[in-house]
């Protein structure tokens, strides 16, 4: 149950985390995971010299690929049908599911497995095979676990990461039977167990699956060459042993060129993993010798976003997920508070944008922030997130009492004299405001913070009382 | 130089001794500093909780207000990055798809963007001020106490003020400085945020507490007393027994005036 449309109906950003910050299991795997990969990623990234002109690189080639889409599309759907491959158009999540749920129907099939994949997620593919009767089986060892626990991604890199290797035994004992292959006798949490366990129960799928889903990180206009970047090797099983590849791909993947990827392929995994180079990077061009391959190019708002000039930036991101570990929003209530298969600061600014703000759930997304800049810091193609963040506020709508207040506050920072003779207000009633408890709004700030004392004179009458000669 | 003081709408309003010590701690170095009453806030509260319009007329006023300095000083790493920072965002993103609504409302003046340029790049933090403008480090401070210095978020990644504000507090007599662990991670204010998502602003700064005190500081620094209003509060809550102190503070206390 991990599409876009089990999210639908969920409460606003504030009520999720408020339950998530209770789970103190979950903050207690939060913290230790995110801390552990935060420093990994700081140490390969310390250690490259020119991550600054990567970093600005990466930026410089994703801007021109979106800037240029059109004609980079086109390119790489020629090399692609050149080299014997499909390419398919789709422009919402509804008709990429008929696209893919078609393609599989015409290879007789029944059960098909996947490479890890945000986009197939997006659009809520699985539910919609399974309600059509087909059974999708992830085969990413995180999205596994998810699945086996019928629970939802938290993470954009690795989305179990609200897990711990008790739970995950649990899951395994519990559930691996119900999807082929159960967990072998007397299961412990050992890492190393856990993992052989897994690869049981799923070299089997691979054995027998004829057909694989996958999207990918990147995809070459000039050779229309596909590209996974992965850590377990599961994924290049599920791109290679099937007799049917579909690859569902969002416009935004595109690079321009093949030399492209000596950008990317430096930025990606340092940012992700915190590793040097990935284990596994898996490219083809077309249909392999015996294999069919279909790429579904995915719009479902992404044309919407690069119209605007300040949002448009969100679609440079390449899902490594360095904002999520060192964002200490994401670190406190993990990814299920934010209602999307898009968690963490990337999340509160991809999702609004890709959905609307229609939904009190996505309209508080892009509020769900500090500002403290850390994501843009850490981004490896340079997303100003708290820009976008800033930008999609004034576009949200605004609760009636919230738009008084700031009204009024506006009104009164206006003009000097008002902001005078408000503080003349507020220094008179000084004894007045209480400290412990204030009313309305203020609640939430007394709930843990004591109120500063309201001085007897402001900065501004005391200027004027002892540098311009006693005041007026 | 003409010095303006810049003291934010917070400063004025519930923290006039910061705004004191700005102006002690400057005319002891040879500063004349000027308080151009016409000032009131930068903008930032309404721009980032998404009032977009009110915070871009509070930036007009702002300009118009210190336009003509040599330099301006805000003892707010957050307010002074609004202005530098921010302001030309505004001005970027309002090109194409505002500045003919906006030229209409202001005609006959100069258009926002040659402002931001021509104003904003004086605008400093009070550290800055100090050590790149007046190229001082020791401004002859004495504080004998424990103290650890949390650098707030728009200071060190908005103004980028580095180790400025902590070689001030190294060159004050007296003064034991202890690091303060996991000091760049976000205390949890964020403006408005720490009232629309108060349960995670509060379990930030209850790490951000904790941190503190394991330093065993008996005062907590910073530059930017939003910051420390919110930690503060909950240090006062927890009775901690840890006091909060803007730099501005720190620095312009002497021996003599002990």
Not at chain 1, 299 to 318: M, P, S
Request: charged share 25%.
């Amino acid at each position: 149950m991990s599409g876009s449309g089990t999210f639908l109906g969920m409460p606003s950003f504030p009520e999720n985390a408020e339950k998530a910050l209770q789970d103190s299991q979950l903050r207690f795997n939060l913290r230790k995971a995110t801390h552990t990969i935060r420093g990994k990623r700081a140490a390969v990234v310390e250690e490259l010299p020119d991550w600054q002109e990567l970093r600005a690189a990466g930026k410089a080639i994703k801007d021109d690929a979106l800037r240029n889409l059109d004609r980079y599309l086109l390119q790489a759907e020629e090399a692609i049908t050149k080299a014997g491959g499909h390419v398919h158009w789709a422009s919402d999540a509804a008709e990429a599911n008929e696209i893919v749920t078609g393609l599989i129907r015409a290879t007789g099939e029944t059960r098909v497995m996947k490479v890890k994949s945000m986009a197939t997620q997006e659009i809520g593919l699985n539910e919609a095979l399974e309600r059509e009767g087909i059974t999708a089986y992830e085969t990413d060892l995180a999205e596994l676990i998810v699945q086996l626990g019928d629970d939802w991604p938290s993470h954009i890199l690795v989305p179990a990461i609200h897990r711990n290797r008790s739970e995950i035994r649990e899951i395994f004992t519990e559930h691996m039977a119900e999807w082929g292959r159960p967990a072998p006798e007397g299961l412990s949490d050992d890492p190393r167990t856990l993992a052989d366990a897994a690869r049981l129960h799923l070299r089997e799928r691979f054995l027998s699956t004829k057909v694989g889903v996958s999207g990918a990180n990147f995809l070459i206009a000039e050779t229309g060459t596909l590209v996974v970047l992965e850590s377990e090797g599961n994924g290049r099983m599920c791109l290679t042993l099937p007799e049917t590849l579909i690859s569902v791909v969002g416009i935004e993947k595109v690079l321009p060129t093949w030399r492209d990827l000596e950008v990317f392929l430096q930025l990606l995994p340092r940012s992700s993993t915190g590793e040097r180079m990935n284990p596994y990077t898996s490219m083809w061009t077309g249909a392999t010798e015996g294999q069919e391959f279909h790429l579904v190019l995915l719009d479902n708002g992404r044309t919407k976003v690069l119209a605007d000039e300040i949002g448009r930036q969100a679609l440079r991101c390449i899902r490594c997920s360095a904002c999520l570990n060192v964002c200490p929003v994401y670190e406190r209530v993990g990814g299920h508070a934010y209602g999307s298969v898009y968690p963490g600061p990337i999340g509160a600014i991809l999702t609004p944008q890709l959905r609307g703000m229609a939904s009190e759930l996505d309209a508080s997304l892009p509020y769900a922030s500090s500002l403290c800049g850390a994501c843009y810091d850490v981004c490896p193609v340079a997303i100003d997130i708290p820009e976008v963040l800033v930008h999609l506020r004034s576009k949200a709508p605004h609760a009636p009492a919230e738009r008084l207040g700031l009204t009024a506050a506006g009104w009164v920072l206006d003009k000097p004299v008002r902001l005078e003779r408000a503080q003349r207000l507020a220094t008179r009633f000084r004894g007045l405001v209480p400290k412990r408890r204030l009313p309305g709004p203020g609640a939430a700030w007394t709930a843990t913070r004591d109120v500063p004392a309201v001085p007897e004179e402001s900065f501004r009458d005391w200027w004027q009382r002892t540098e311009e000669g006693g005041g007026r | 130089m003409r010095v303006a003081l810049f003291i934010t709408c917070v400063n004025d309003t519930l923290f006039p001794d910061t705004g004191k010590a700005v102006v002690t701690l400057l005319r002891r170095l040879g500063c004349e500093v000027e308080f151009p009453t016409a000032q009131t806030c930068c903008g930032q509260m309404h721009v980032n909780t998404g009032y977009r319009d009110e915070g871009v007329r509070l930036a007009r006023h702002f300009l118009d207000v210190f336009g003509g300095y040599d330099a301006v000083v805000a003892p707010s790493g957050s307010c002074a990055a609004m202005v530098r920072e921010q302001y030309p965002k505004l001005a970027a993103g309002m090109g194409a798809t505002r500045a003919g609504a906006f030229a209409s409302v202001h005609q006959g003046r100069s258009p926002f963007a040659q402002e931001v340029a021509e104003v904003t790049p004086k605008v400093y933090d009070l550290s800055e001020f100090l050590v790149d403008v007046l190229g001082v480090t020791d401004v002859g401070a004495y504080f004998p106490h424990r103290v650890t210095y949390h650098p707030t978020c728009h200071s060190l990644r908005g103004l980028k003020v580095g180790d400025r504000p902590v070689t001030l507090l190294r060159n004050v007599r007296g003064l034991e400085l202890v690091p303060l662990p996991a000091a760049d991670e976000c205390c949890g204010f964020g403006g408005t945020f720490a009232v629309k998502n108060a349960g995670v602003s509060a379990a930030m700064c209850a790490d951000k507490v904790a941190n503190v005190m394991t330093t065993g500081a008996e005062v907590l620094c910073a530059a930017d007393n939003s910051c420390l209003m919110h930690i503060g509060g909950t240090l006062s809550r927890q009775r901690a027994g840890v006091r909060v102190m803007h730099l501005a503070e720190i620095l312009a206390r002497t021996e003599a005036a002990r």
